[in-house]
């Protein structure tokens, strides 16, 4: 079993939708979690950091974590082509090492 | 504010072959960390350099070795190349003294061909 299982994709939505991406994870170990975006032939871009379970908002994204099922999610809000990327959750314990999921692409149309 | 800066950006290679990889941090960072991101797949952590010193290492073989120069600056070398090391390599900064709760921001990465 891998430490970080991600919902496989690809996912396509309509302009608007709300879009949601999660996550799973079997180390309980694990205390902060991330969301990077990352277009195409480009670095992840950090998303959202948090650490306490419970919600994160931030404009159209919001993060949520629940320690106690070991699961994370990401909601997109009135989404945007421009969200049109991969999403990657990741994750990390006592050091700066990050564990992350395989991604999942989104596409959202016009 | 420059990020982080990775050259070359694109770099063709043939078994058995010998490879150097560079990366300079954001500004004000001191940590920089290496990841091998194969098609379709998450980063993997290779290894992390602070105050010129790899300070943690993933499951990678010695194949992979790296450096961290004064400056912050980083490199990553890879020896004997195989096939399967063919992959987009990504290099992140930070400040933290590889600190759990720092963020990582990452470049746009080396895409390696091993042909």
């Known amino acids: 079993q891998k430490e970080v299982e991600q919902d496989p994709g690809p996912l396509s939505v309509p302009e608007g939708a709300i879009v949601s991406l999660n996550c799973t994870y079997s180390?309980?170990?694990?205390?902060?979690f991330m969301w990077y975006r990352q277009y195409s032939r480009k670095g992840p871009e950090l998303l959202m950091y948090?650490?306490?379970?419970g919600n994160k908002e931030d404009g159209r994204f919001t993060a949520q974590v629940d320690k106690s099922s070991k699961y994370i999610s990401l909601f997109i809000r009135d989404s945007q082509p421009s969200d049109s990327a991969t999403y990657l959750c990741?994750?990390?314990?006592?050091?700066?090492?990050?564990?992350f999921g395989k991604g999942i692409t989104l596409s959202v149309r016009p | 504010d420059a990020g982080v800066t990775q050259s070359p950006t694109h770099l063709i290679k043939t078994r058995g072959q010998q490879v150097t990889l560079r990366c300079s941090p954001k500004?004000?960072?001191?940590?920089v960390s290496w990841y091998q991101q194969a098609l379709g797949q998450g980063p993997q952590f290779i290894f992390q350099?602070?105050?010129?010193?790899?300070?943690q290492r993933g499951n990678f073989p010695d194949r992979f070795s790296g450096h961290q120069f004064p400056n912050y600056s980083s490199e990553l070398n890879v020896n004997a190349l195989l096939l399967g090391d063919s992959a987009l390599y990504l290099c992140?900064?930070?400040?933290?003294?590889?600190?759990?709760?720092?963020?990582?921001?990452f470049g746009s990465g080396t895409q390696l061909s091993v042909l």
């Open positions: 180390n309980s170990a694990f205390q902060y």
């Open positions: 948090t650490y306490s379970s």
């Open positions: 350099y602070y105050e010129e010193e790899e300070r």
């Open positions: 500004s004000g960072h001191d940590t």
């Open positions: 992140a900064s930070s400040l933290g003294q590889g600190e759990p709760n720092e963020k990582l921001f």
């Open positions: 990741a994750m990390k314990g006592a050091n700066s090492k990050l564990t």
